[in-house]
């Protein structure tokens, strides 16, 4: 693993470390001002959780498929195109 690599992956542990710590102080925060208790807010994590959970799977079932395109060539050969996820891939130097 090069210098790089390290430093983002430090930048990133971090990051969570710090988020980490601003979510358990809010709930304390929330919960020693009794307004939720404990596990009404477990509660409502699992819901949340779940609910991403499933919107993530919609989302991927909604990505688009590979499609096969033959197309004919000036010298009547086929070639065969890829359309991937909205990207189109043809042939070389013909756009």
């Not at 809010?26 to 959970?53: A, G, M």
């Amino acid at each position: 693993m090069n210098s790089t690599s390290k430093a983002l992956i430090k930048n990133l542990n971090d990051r969570v470390l710090a988020q980490s710590v601003i979510v358990e102080t809010l709930i304390d925060i929330i919960i020693d001002n009794n307004l939720i208790t404990e596990k009404e807010l477990t509660k409502l994590i699992l819901e949340n959780q779940e609910s991403q959970t499933k919107y993530l799977e919609e989302l991927k079932d909604m990505q688009p498929k590979s499609i096969s395109v033959i197309t004919p060539t000036q010298d009547n050969t086929e070639i065969s195109e890829m359309l991937l996820e909205g990207l189109y891939f043809g042939p070389v130097g013909e756009a």
